[in-house]
């Protein structure tokens, strides 16, 4: 069981972000997973140009660190995204590495994964904008969510001591849908729509996206 933790915040040993991400890992590392702390601004980059390679042949034009990321995100059982909120949203190095995915989402490349996601804000309560748009990210991929938490720092210590359990308890819920393979129901009614709706959309587009097009043609467009 391998699970990938990406922190968004370029703050370093500073950020709080960082410090939920890994009680999360804790949590899940408690019930044998393997894990693995990635810090995504220590990444070199590049920016999406919108250039449609990827849905055509499956790889992306960029030669960068992301390349070797996305191959882990792909292969893990289950992820914690941690990002705090910046102008009512990602950072930009967590927005950097979402869009160009975009073949990720196509395919529904993160089908019987399950995510953990993680927020931190300034201001009180705004880390739960990170957190709806995680979640919705996540549930378009594809992913389960086994749950999410975050904090404002106005809170104080005795919150983010208290934010850091709930954190770890959800690394151990992480580990354990992992190992049971468990379903949400609702969820499961979105990925349904998800599929029928990336389907239409690639079949669409067939002729230019001729990578994807082959992908669900292989799986019977199940």
């Excluded at 991400?21 to 044998?32: P, Y």
């Excluded at 499956?58 to 995204?81: E, F, N, P, R």
Aim: aromatic share 10%.
């Amino acid at each position: 069981m391998k699970i990938i933790g990406i922190n968004a915040s370029p703050r370093g040993s500073k950020s709080q972000t960082k410090k939920l991400v890994k009680a999360v890992l804790d949590g899940a590392r408690s019930q044998g997973a393997t894990v693995e702390l990635v810090d995504l601004c220590r990444l070199k980059m590049e920016y999406c140009n919108a250039c449609g390679i990827c849905y055509e042949r499956g790889k992306c034009v960029h030669k960068d660190d992301l390349q070797t990321l996305y191959k882990k995100i792909l292969s893990a059982d289950g992820l914690v995204m941690g990002s705090p909120n910046y102008f009512h949203s990602v950072t930009a190095q967590m927005k950097t590495m979402i869009d160009r995915m975009a073949d990720a989402v196509h395919c529904q490349l993160l089908t019987g994964k399950y995510t953990v996601n993680i927020a931190t804000s300034g201001g009180p309560g705004h880390y739960k904008q990170v957190l709806d748009y995680l979640n919705e990210i996540m549930l378009n991929f594809g992913s389960f969510i086994t749950g999410s938490t975050g904090i404002s720092a106005r809170e104080g210590v005795k919150a983010l001591a208290n934010t850091g359990a709930k954190a770890f308890r959800l690394g151990e819920i992480l580990a354990n849908d992992i190992s049971k393979k468990k379903t949400y129901s609702k969820q499961n009614i979105r990925f349904k729509e998800n599929r029928k709706y990336f389907q239409d959309l690639v079949k669409l587009n067939k002729n230019e996206w001729t990578n994807e097009y082959k992908y669900w043609d292989k799986l019977n467009w199940k």
